[in-house]
């Protein structure tokens, strides 16, 4: 067999089965959560995001997949200034997702 230099990769797979209480919790929580269409609005405005790695639309969806890690030091660098919530095309009331995302994080101790 020739050798051309190129390698077979490891398949990718996307996990879905993966436990959605606390995303069903923080839909009870914020149910305009669910109109958010993932425009980028809200980070392009974020004041936070300017001066750390704060990014709202990396934290929502890592939420959704389930992917925890290091996701409660995150949203602790929101400065809850609510710019994200006036520029929101959908009316997602994003200081309340963050206040209840802390919350939640929090009790299940993540």
């Known amino acids: 067999m020739i050798d051309f230099g190129f390698q077979i990769n490891q398949g990718r797979t996307i996990n879905l089965d993966i436990d959605r209480v606390l995303l069903k919790q ?9 109109s958010c269409i993932r425009c980028g609005s809200c980070t392009a405005t974020c004041s936070a995001g300017q001066f750390t790695d704060f990014n709202i639309r990396k934290i929502h969806t890592k939420f959704k997949a389930g992917i925890y890690d ?10 809850l200034c609510g710019k994200c919530t006036l520029l929101c095309p959908r009316g997602v009331n994003l200081r309340s997702l963050v206040i209840n995302l802390r919350k939640i994080l929090k009790e299940n101790d993540l």
């Open 26 to 34: 923080l839909e009870e929580a914020v149910p305009s959560f669910r």
């Open 70 to 79: 290091e996701l409660a030091e995150t949203v602790k660098s929101c400065m």
